[in-house]
């Protein structure tokens, strides 16, 4: 449904920074959602110009979003950047390593600064020259910003804060140095959840009226059998309802080695040694690790970890398994476990950050750091048939509340008209 825009539109250009975007899927699932909201914004103001700021790489790739009101424009051509430069940030990358803890951390801030001045070294009055009324930056960083263009920015989590040991020094600075751009130069802020909102407000200072909760939106989250290719089975040796199943890449803060443990609790404690688990992600040196954890403890032949597989497979493994089991350690939102209720099937996952926002009463919550209740809802999962029924049910309830996209793109499209103002 499209807002009425004939009494005069505002809004007639909105400049949308889509630098950060890179090809495949190194953006994760908040590539996802942004290029989701893009598209409904398209459609929700048909005589709004959206203009997406691209890097070459992913320009492309891009195209798909291409309409009578979008278009893109490259400004980030890392192949027209002097020749010396990639040689410049290998070496600057070398001797960053080697610094203390410390230095490091300004050299990170350094890092953001150069990187922001690499983009816009050629861009100087970017939005003067395409006469924007709004800058939304939907990757947080307020890389163009301009004094007299308003500036909407999205802000998807502290994680780096609650847990620094999990990144390098320099990105804990590049990563706080971007929300706080944001914080200082923008108009008004976006929140993914409740969670990151008060977390913002509470520990970072920001003004409660300066940022707003909207949450992430993916239409279409209920898919079709033909959707899903099931042959993924056979090939991994699997049996319907006979394991459970962790989506998720193999970042430290996805508590593999917990969950790890927790299935050797619950098969002592007496889960059908036959039940599998399996772990999706990107292979890489963490997977490796974890592979020799579970031979450690006795699971090798219970732990399956296929590696990268594409949607059609891992749809398909969530909607045959017995259950999904997420033991994160920290979310800003946590779009895979509505995936997970979409699809019509239990749920476990942890009681921390932001998931007892996202997954209300239609999950099973555990502490993530305590395996025994982890192994708990494992069995649960597995055992309590009665109880998976009514997570099923409740799930597909709780899915529907964030499977809106139009609603999404409407919430937004209010806050950038209240941060433009009347016209004068």
């Keep these: ?155 998807y989590d502290f994680q780096y804060k609650a847990y620094p040991a999990f990144f390098e020094p320099e990105d804990v600075a590049s990563r706080n140095r971007t929300f706080v751009e944001a914080a200082r130069k923008a108009t008004h802020l976006v929140a993914i959840s409740d969670y990151t909102r008060l977390t913002a407000i509470k520990d970072e200072k920001v003004d409660a009226d300066r940022i707003s909760t909207i949450h992430l939106h993916v239409a279409e989250l209920s898919r079709n059998a033909e959707s899903r290719d099931d042959g993924v089975l056979d090939r991994l040796g699997l049996v319907a309802n006979r394991y459970l199943i962790y989506p998720a890449n193999f970042w430290k803060h996805k508590n593999h080695e917990m969950l790890l443990a927790a299935l050797g609790i619950a098969r002592h404690d007496g889960l059908d040694s036959t039940i599998r688990l399996v772990c999706t992600g990107a292979p890489g040196a ?30 398909a493994l969530i909607t045959h398994s017995a259950g999904v089991i997420f033991s994160s350690l920290y979310e800003g939102f946590g779009l895979p476990v509505i995936e997970a209720l979409a699809a019509g099937v239990p749920v476990a996952c942890s009681n921390v950050t932001s998931l007892p926002e996202v997954a209300g009463d239609a999950a099973i919550l555990f502490d993530p750091r305590r395996p025994e209740q982890v192994a708990a809802a494992m069995r649960a999962l597995i055992e309590d048939r009665e109880l998976a029924a009514r997570l099923v049910a409740a799930g597909k309830a709780r899915a529907a509340l964030f499977s809106d996209s139009r609603a999404m793109a409407r919430q937004y499209w209010e806050i950038f008209e209240r941060v433009t103002g009347p016209r004068q």
């Design 1 to 155: 449904m499209e807002i009425d825009q004939a009494d005069g539109n505002r809004l007639q250009t909105i400049v949308v920074d889509l630098t950060p975007v890179r090809p495949g899927g190194e953006n994760g699932g908040a590539k996802v959602f942004v290029l989701e909201l893009i598209r409904r914004l398209g459609e929700l103001a048909p005589q709004t110009e959206f203009v997406l700021l691209t890097q070459r790489a992913a320009h492309d790739e891009l195209a798909a979003l291409d309409s009578h009101n979008i278009r893109r424009l490259v400004t980030v051509d890392r192949a027209s950047l002097p020749a010396v430069l990639p040689l410049g940030g290998r070496l600057f990358s070398a001797i960053q390593r080697r610094l203390p803890n410390r230095l490091r951390g300004f050299a990170g801030q350094f890092r953001y600064r150069l990187v922001s001045a690499l983009k816009t070294r050629r861009t100087g009055g970017l939005l003067q020259s395409l006469k924007a009324d709004l800058l939304f930056c939907p990757f947080t960083a307020p890389t163009y910003f301009d004094p007299a263009v308003p500036t909407v920015s999205t802000v």
């Design 286 to 315: 963490r997977q490796e690790f974890l592979a020799r954890a579970a031979r450690d403890l006795g699971l090798e032949d219970r732990v399956i970890f296929p590696g990268f597989i594409h949607e059609a497979e891992l749809w």
